[in-house]
């Protein structure tokens, strides 16, 4: 049956945070013909100008058909969206109608805003999670996230993760060999190395985060290796509790959760891409016991190893 996806914008979106969605949707419809159905909609319907400038006609919300999965875009206007009683109302008042609510970027704002998240484990981008958290106390926000499902909820980290987060709703419908088809055909991850965390890009940022991209390298390819603070600090020529500060300050997450979301990222690499031993890949990425292993993953991908492994070997 074909799902009705629409992707909901305002002044001042993020142009890739919409067209990021649909392009992979579309290529979802060509992969799984009659898969989806696309539609861009707004409060007012019409025109609607992105931050950039350019424009996409939008339908009205009210003229809208059944409504299976809703995007909201993120942008530099979502400050004043989420202050609309219009915008609001209609997220409100259709989130039980929809069976997913999801969101790019900033786009949970509006969310939050609805009193959609309350409760709910959710991310964004991490320049604006920790506004999300002190605007709204009781929405659970995970910085350092790609993407998180909690029930009918989907948030995503920043602007090209929206990609990220369409590709996990198509694998959610079509299985993952369709949602691994759309990956190919974008020429992107389909998994980005880094697992599900903002933090290998942010490694990668300009300004201050760049001292510590020769780290991240030297972490990459030492990872069977103990890794403590104190080895750490020594490589970067800091004192410990002064490295254990500014490393967080930084990159937004401790060294230690640093360090496990690199060897996540090593460890499922590998987990899917060859027939290795479980065990031995334990080693190799520096858990040394598998059943630590088979922990991480379940906390971060939501199923052990052994289960993502027959999932892409079907």
Not at 17 to 28: K, N, Q, V
Not at 218 to 242: F, G, I, Q
Not at 293 to 308: E, L, T
């Amino acid at each position: 049956m074909t799902k009705n996806v629409a992707i909901f914008i305002y002044e001042d979106f993020q142009l890739l945070d919409a067209s990021g969605p649909i392009t992979a949707f579309e290529i979802a419809a060509r992969v799984e013909p009659g898969a989806y159905r696309l539609t861009v909609m707004s409060v007012q319907g019409g025109p609607v100008a992105s931050s950039s400038g350019v424009s996409i006609d939008t339908v009205a919300a009210s003229a809208s058909a059944f409504i299976d999965t809703l995007i909201v875009s993120g942008g530099n206007g979502s400050r004043a969206a989420m202050l609309c009683p219009d915008k609001i109302a209609f997220l409100h008042n259709g989130a039980a109608k929809f069976r997913r609510t999801c969101s790019v970027c900033s786009g949970a704002f509006l969310l939050a805003a609805a009193g959609l998240l309350d409760g709910k484990r959710v991310t964004t981008h991490w320049r604006r999670a920790e506004e999300l958290r002190q605007l709204f106390p009781r929405v659970r926000v995970e910085a350092d996230r790609i993407h998180i499902r909690d029930e009918n909820i989907w948030t995503s980290a920043g602007i090209s993760a929206g990609i990220d987060l369409a590709l996990a709703l198509i694998a959610d419908d079509l299985g993952e060999k369709a949602a691994r088809r759309v990956a190919q055909e974008m020429v992107v991850y389909y998994r980005r190395p880094g697992g599900q965390s903002q933090f290998s890009a942010l490694a990668d940022l300009g300004g201050d985060a760049t001292a510590f991209s020769p780290l991240f390298e030297w972490m990459r390819a030492n990872l069977a290796e103990p890794l403590t603070v104190d080895r750490l600090a020594e490589r970067m020529a800091m004192s410990s509790r002064n490295f254990s500060r500014t490393f967080s300050n930084v990159i937004g997450i401790s060294p230690a959760k640093a360090i496990e979301r690199l060897r996540l990222e090593a460890a499922r690499e590998r987990v899917e891409s060859s027939r290795e031993p479980i065990e031995r890949i334990a080693l190799a990425t520096g858990f040394r016991d598998p059943e630590r292993m088979r922990r991480a993953f379940v906390r971060h991908f939501g199923q052990p190893p052994q289960a993502i492994r027959r999932t892409i070997t079907r």
